[in-house]
């Protein structure tokens, strides 16, 4: 089975950054595609930014681009998302996720077949 564990999670003043990143066990770590979604208190899940398996493709909610970049390095199992120009309105816990068959729709949170514990973002004002 796959285990994901998010990290990079904190406090930050508004405009300010962060990198999370998501460390991925097993050895097929370069075959999943992967994704950041987000969850505030008393809201739903929602898709953040995903990442083909190659890295070749890219994909990014409207409410963060520009402003969020997603990335990966293979040789280490990792995912990051750089978060630049925070928002309070990105207060929310963080989920890494992964999908190992392919054919999914990116945004999709029911696509994805493994999922972190999730860290903690908050941005203060």
């Known amino acids: 089975q796959v285990q994901l564990v998010e990290s990079g999670g904190g406090l930050v003043q508004a405009g300010g950054s962060l990198r999370l990143s998501c460390a991925a066990s097993?050895?097929?770590?370069?075959?999943?595609?992967m994704a950041w979604f987000r969850q505030a208190p008393g809201k739903e899940r929602e898709f953040v930014a995903a990442?083909?398996?190659?890295?070749?493709?890219?994909y990014y909610a409207d409410s963060v681009k520009g402003r969020f970049a997603i990335s990966r390095d293979n040789a280490n199992n990792t995912v990051y998302l750089q978060m630049n120009s925070l928002k309070p309105e990105d207060t929310a816990v963080y989920y890494c996720?992964?999908?190992?068959?392919?054919?999914?729709?990116?945004?999709?949170?029911?696509?994805?077949?493994?999922w972190g514990q999730g860290t903690q973002v908050t941005v203060s004002s």
């Open positions: 996720a992964a999908d190992r068959q392919g054919g999914l729709v990116w945004h999709r949170a029911t696509d994805y077949d493994y």
């Open positions: 990442i083909s398996w190659s890295g070749g493709k890219t």
């Open positions: 097993g050895r097929s770590f370069s075959n999943y595609s």
